[in-house]
Nanobody, 124 residues
Framework: QVHFVESGGGLVQPGGSLRLSCKAS????????AAWFRQAPGKEREGVSC????????YYADSVKGRFTISRDNAKNTVYLQMNSLKPEDTAVYYC?????????????????WGQGTQVTVSS
């Protein structure tokens, strides 16, 4: 079973930036499609972005397109989410997720392995 640990969350002012990290262990990231999800208080979990294992292709939810960037460093077994131009509505617990999948592309469904989450709060 893949184990994920997220870090990098915190309190930031509107318009600010944060970079989240997701370190995988027990298995190499090479064959894992990874994604970031978030859940705000009182709301359902929302898919934010994903990155494919074989071609590194990415997908973003409309709510974060142009502001967030997902990336991966397989040598460090780590997935990142660079978040710029943060808004108060980005406040949520952010979760890293993964699935063994070597097909091209990625989607925001069917993930098997989840981290514990890291809190992101955007407030002045």
């Amino acid at each position: 079973q893949v184990h994920f640990v997220e870090s990098g969350g915190g309190l930031v002012q509107p318009g600010g930036s944060l970079r989240l990290s997701c370190k995988a262990s027990r298995f190499t990231l090479d064959y894992i499609t990874a994604a970031w999800f978030r859940q705000a208080p009182g709301k359902e979990r929302e898919g934010v972005s994903c990155i494919g294992s074989s071609d590194g292709s990415t997908y973003y939810a409309d709510s974060v397109k142009g502001r967030f960037t997902i990336s991966r460093d397989n040598a460090k077994n780590t997935v990142y989410l660079q978040m710029n131009s943060l808004k108060p509505e980005d406040t949520a617990v952010y979760y890293c997720a993964g699935i063994f999948d070597t097909s091209t592309g990625c989607s925001l469904g069917g993930y098997e392995y989840w981290g514990q989450g890291t809190q992101v709060t955007v407030s002045s």
